[in-house]
């Protein structure tokens, strides 16, 4: 069964740090995209990241830019989403995700399989 779970979310202080992760099962992630979003209340959701199949490829939205930072580990079967230098506008649940075609689109509307999310708190 495909299915992607997201972890490591949780309560952090304005500048702390906090790894996600994105465990994919039946299916092979070194063979898809993957993207990160994240959902604020009463906000859409928006595109975070994204790490292309062969990872050599990463791209961030420019409010993360130089902050997060996406890889991935193929023994594990799991992204990575590293988040540094967090501020409280950060706070939102994160999904992570895999796209219909083969390109490297942070469009929630481009997504095929979605992750339920884990949520990340930014305050003091």
């Known amino acids: 069964q495909f299915q992607l779970v997201e972890s490591g979310g949780g309560l952090v202080q304005p500048g702390g740090s906090l790894r996600l992760s994105c465990a994919a099962s039946?299916?092979?992630?070194?063979?898809?995209?993957i993207a990160w979003f994240r959902q604020a209340p009463g906000k859409e959701r928006e595109g975070v990241s994204c790490i292309s199949s062969n990872g050599t490829k990463t791209y961030y939205v420019d409010s993360v830019k130089g902050r997060f930072t996406i890889s991935g580990d193929n023994a594990k079967n799991t992204v990575y989403l590293q988040m540094n230098s967090l501020k409280p506008e950060d706070t939102a649940v994160y999904y992570c995700?895999?796209?219909?075609?083969?390109?490297?689109?942070?469009?929630?509307?481009?997504?095929?399989?979605w992750g339920k999310g884990t949520l990340v708190t930014v305050s003091s």
């Open positions: 039946g299916f092979t992630l070194d063979y898809n995209v």
């Open positions: 995700a895999v796209p219909y075609g083969s390109h490297c689109l942070m469009n929630p509307y481009a997504m095929d399989y």
